[in-house]
């Protein structure tokens, strides 16, 4: 149980895709002008991310070793593409604002990656946990990095109106904001970890001071 | 005239790298000696022309059977082979900046650049000759994102950061700052 | 050789198998696709043809076109291209087609898509251009894209109060040419009955809301005076 449990907390934290594995970037920081454009990406990345690795996991034993890497791309290319289709058809709006970026989720180095480390070499219920973990990790900073842009640029959440027009640092919204708001997010996790660290380092040092002293 | 138009708005008003969020990996990844980020440059703007013009051709021949929906894997297969190519080539030819580029070159093939240009030419319909040129515009502009880039990047090694800030975060922010720059270049091309 | 045959073979039949399954979801997806596009495009009518005073949809809910087809049937003016009018003094253009209406009282609207250049591209409008015979105002018009413009300034432009401040354009201020108030020289309305003077005069009152975007909401005229144009040319003096 705990192992199953593991795979999922990976993705999602100790892991997590966009803040400690530097990956996806592009759709990070293009696709998050509010938390809804960010839930969105995430749904149809994590939706393309569970597809491919089931898939891929499925034929891990039929796939000749040397074009594993070119089946893998038509694969997820495929998926991609009929993402792209269903939204166009079902989720029009979305569809609109997410624009370019659906089909950039084909060289989102999330997928090929999760498909190259884990899926080609697990099980498909695993694979599909991995896809999960990630995928929710993904869509997880997607929404905060989204949600942190649409409050201070447009004083909204989710479309909510929080404050309005009172307090508007429209530049979030802007390219710049995109770049600065990971920044600072990704030095805030940062200085959790060094601090858990820290932490663990003392707890350590008074153990060791403890059991010498007794 | 346009085609200077679409080649300028490339580099400066609508820069892939600063404004458009395209080629953000290696941005971040192969921009910290200069030497390296031209490297890296010339082998994107090399494989971003080629590129450009065989998906373009392409895409003509998919939508004339009607399969348009086939691009988005016929273009990325077409980039994966070209970058094999491009990575073969280099080897023979200067197998110094082959081993500096390292993991970086065959990952040309997951800039979302290259691919994000080769959507970008058919959605706004260029003709072959536009679409070298915004080829060329955008491989200059993630050039000059990139060298620019490399260049502050060299200098910071020398600054005292503060711990959480050290790698990605200062990155980014810095990154944050030189995009803004840009924004100043805004609306001074309508295209 | 026979091994890398096996390989390309091995490949290509990965290849056939994802291209035919996409081509199931691709039919399938046919009709929910031009759906969408079609409803996005009646969303727009639908609005221009409703009154902004009294909220009333100036069309008969039969007369709603349900399908393309039926959209087709009211195309007024349609061109090879996609541009069907090109105006270098507002340095705008009318897109193809355009489209006829009749409404419930018998005026006849007519539809035009339009565009012209912003802060940084196009900005596109649909406006409804209502004539009852004798003179022709400008009732309503929607934004369909101001993406070049920047946000929480020019983007401004997409929000209803804004909106509001270019609709209801009687025929004396089309002929002058729209102006937003800030190129007049006049200063600024302070009152509904001072805008409302202003438009017969042709002068757009927007300066209040849209401050330090000026440029945006000058598109927007310019692209109104470009329909202008292309109405003038087509109906003539009979309107």
């Known amino acids: 149980m705990a192992n199953k449990q593991n795979e999922l907390t990976n993705g999602m934290f100790s892991n997590n895709p966009i803040f400690v594995q530097a990956l996806g970037m592009c759709p990070t920081l293009a696709t998050t002008t509010s938390a809804t454009n960010g839930l969105g990406m995430g749904m149809a990345t994590l939706a393309v991310l569970i597809m491919s690795n089931i898939v891929i996991s499925l034929i891990r034993k039929l796939v000749p070793d040397k074009i594993r890497i070119p089946v893998y791309i ?82 909204t959440w989710f479309g909510l109106p929080l404050w309005g027009d009172a307090f508007n640092v429209f530049i979030m919204i802007l390219p710049p904001g995109a770049f600065i708001t990971l920044g600072l997010l990704a030095a805030m996790f940062n200085w959790m970890g060094i601090s858990r660290e820290e932490r663990k380092k003392k707890k350590e040092k008074a153990a060791k001071k403890a059991g010498e002293s007794a | 005239m346009k085609i200077f138009l679409i080649f300028m708005s490339a580099i400066l008003v609508n820069n892939f790298v600063l404004q458009r969020f395209l080629g953000i990996c290696p941005f971040l990844g192969v921009s910290k000696k200069i030497d390296t980020a031209v490297g890296m440059s010339l082998a994107v703007i090399f494989v971003m022309v080629l590129a450009s013009v ?27 082979s070209l970058v094999q190519f491009v990575e073969i080539f280099l080897k023979k030819v200067s ?20 691919l994000g ?16 040129f915004n080829a060329l515009g955008a491989g200059f502009g993630f050039g000059l994102a990139l060298i620019l880039f490399a260049g502050i990047r060299e200098q910071m090694d020398f600054a005292d950061i503060p711990k959480p800030f050290k790698g990605l975060a200062g990155t980014l922010i810095t990154a944050g700052i030189l995009s803004m720059a840009f924004v100043g270049f805004s609306g001074m091309i309508k295209l | 050789m026979g091994s890398y045959l096996k390989i390309g073979l091995t490949l290509m039949a990965f290849a056939i198998v994802v291209a035919l399954l996409l081509a199931g979801v691709y039919t399938i997806t046919e009709e929910p696709i031009a759906q969408a596009e079609l409803n996005v495009k009646l969303e727009s009518i639908k609005t221009v043809l409703t009154d902004p005073v009294s909220g009333e949809l100036l069309i008969e809910e039969s007369d709603i076109p349900g399908s393309q087809e039926k959209l087709n049937e009211k195309i007024w003016k349609e061109s090879e291209g ?9 340095n705008g253009y009318c897109a193809s087609p355009a489209y006829e209406f009749t409404l419930k009282d018998g005026r006849t609207a007519y539809i035009l898509n339009g565009a012209s250049v912003g802060y940084g591209g196009y900005v596109t409008i649909m406006c409804s251009f209502i004539s009852n015979g004798d003179s022709m105002e400008m009732m309503r018009l929607e934004v369909l894209d101001y993406s070049q413009e920047t946000p929480g300034l020019g983007a401004k432009i997409a929000e209803e109060p804004v909106k509001e401040r270019f609709f209801n354009i009687p025929e004396s201020g089309l002929e002058k040419g729209l102006v937003v108030d800030k190129d007049s020289g006049k200063s600024p309305a ?27 909401p000058r598109g927007v005229a310019n692209a109104i005076n470009t329909m202008t144009e292309y109405l003038e040319q087509t109906t003539g003096g009979d309107k």
């Not at chain 1, 269903?86 to 090929?112: A, E, Q, R, S």
């Not at chain 1, 498909?115 to 973990?133: C, P, R």
């Not at chain 3, 996609?82 to 507002?90: G, N, P």
Request: hydrophobic share 50%; proline share 2%.
């Open chain 2, 117 to 132: 240009l080769a959507l970008l030419n058919i959605q706004n319909n260029y003709g072959l000759l536009e679409t070298i």
């Open chain 3, 82 to 90: 996609e541009k069907l009018y090109e105006s270098k003094k507002y």
């Open chain 2, 54 to 80: 065989i998906t373009w051709l392409l895409n003509g021949l998919l939508v004339i059977m009607g399969l348009g929906f086939l691009k988005t894997i016929v273009f990325i297969l077409v980039i994966a």
């Open chain 1, 74 to 155: 038509i694969i997820i290319a495929g998926f991609v593409t009929m993402i792209d289709l269903l939204m166009h058809g079902f989720l029009y709006d979305l569809w609109k604002t997410l624009g370019l970026f659906i089909p950039l989720i084909v060289v989102n180095c999330l997928i090929l990656g999760r498909a190259e480390a884990y899926a080609s070499q697990n099980s498909v219920f695993k694979s599909i946990l991995d896809a999960l973990g990630m995928g929710l990790g993904f869509a997880g900073g997607l929404i905060l990095l989204g949600s942190v842009r649409e409050i201070l640029g447009a004083g």
């Open chain 2, 95 to 114: 197998p110094g900046l082959y081993e500096a580029l390292g993991i970086f070159l065959p990952l040309i093939t997951t800039n979302c650049a290259i």
């Open chain 3, 190 to 216: 302070k009152t509904k009955e001072e805008e409302k003077a202003n438009k017969k005069e042709g002068i757009i009152s927007v300066s209040d809301l849209m401050t330090g975007a000026t440029i945006t």
